[in-house]
């Protein structure tokens, strides 16, 4: 078995830890109106990334998966907090090609469920079996607030006419790349490791947190709609402004084409196929799917860069493997 497959294999196995413990965490019954909810969220699975990056940056600088296995559930828990109160503020149908909770209960329950999620994120991760534990829960709590900051902007940025592309990265600094250095500096402080591993793992997930949220943004306009699982152009339709939106603004050189990008913050969106690839054109001939991808590209090799500054070891092989896994996703 080469490298690459061992490290998908285990990262399958971890995933199935992980699984496990947050249906143990949520196994509660009663009151049924709070934690079928609580489950039902939990239970639309995804890659578990972060979980993934806290367990990995422990076993980087030494430590043992085991001894991070309570933090990597509270990660994902706070996680799907969060998506649980973005979903309500986007007034979202669905995540995941699942009804949202707001949808399939009402945004009372969404919003008290999201609350207890939270609870039980600080719960798991005050489980956890380490000397740096008061570190740990303090750079969990300045993550909250860092993405609060992060989605204020995004819902800011919906009402105003321009944003500029370093705003924009600000943005998903806090909202998307936050997070991960929090599973990094944590998954890193129950490791036990040097100031410098710790700086160096941050930095690592900073990157490729960025380039994660541009890959997404690219994904959106050219997945194969069969393999995304939904139609493609959906940040489009909702007159989002993403990094490719932003940076054809910059580019567009001729009036029409400039026109037809700002009907879309204009009118909130676009509401035909044909608009949708019409746009895609635009992008096309200014280079933006180009020059996204190349971004994402450099975010990556930065973020692998940053590796450098750990020993070497299978964890840090398989930290440079999960972050190429995510620049080549198609979903």
Known sequence: MDSKESFKEKYGVYKDIIEDKLVTITGKVSPESLYEPMRYILDGSGKRIRPMLLILCCEAVGGKADDALDAAAAIEILHNFTLVHDD???????RR?????????????????????????????????????????????????????????????????????????LMIDKKTSELLKCCAEIGALIGNGTD???????????????????????????????????????????????????????????????????SVIRNKGVKSEADVLRIKD????????EHAAKTVEMYTMKA??????????????????????????KT
């Open 97 to 169: 090609g699942r009804e949202t909770i707001h949808k399939k209960w009402d945004r009372d329950t969404a919003i008290l469920a999201g609350d207890g999620l939270l609870g039980f994120a600080y719960r798991s991760l005050l489980k956890t079996k380490s000397a740096r534990i008061q570190e740990a829960a303090m750079a969990f709590t300045e993550a909250i607030i860092e993405v609060c900051e992060g989605q204020s902007y995004d819902k800011e940025f919906e009402t105003r006419k321009e944003v500029s592309l370093d705003e924009y990265i």
């Open 196 to 262: 410098n591993e710790i700086n160096a793992l941050k930095n690592y997930a900073l990157n490729t947190g960025l380039a994660f949220q541009i890959q997404d943004d690219l994904l959106d306009i050219t997945a194969d709609e069969k393999k995304f699982g939904k139609k493609i152009g959906g940040d489009l339709r909702e007159g989002k402004k993403t990094f490719l939106l932003l940076k054809a603004l910059e580019s567009a050189a001729d009036k029409d084409d400039a026109e037809l990008l700002k």
């Open 304 to 329: 692998n860069e940053c590796l450098n500054a750990v020993k070497d070891s299978k964890a840090r092989d398989m930290l440079r493997w999960f972050s190429e896994m995510l620049l080549t996703r």
């Open 88 to 94: 309500i503020m986007d007034n979202a149908d669905t």
């Open 282 to 289: 635009v992008y096309v001939k200014y280079g933006v799917l």
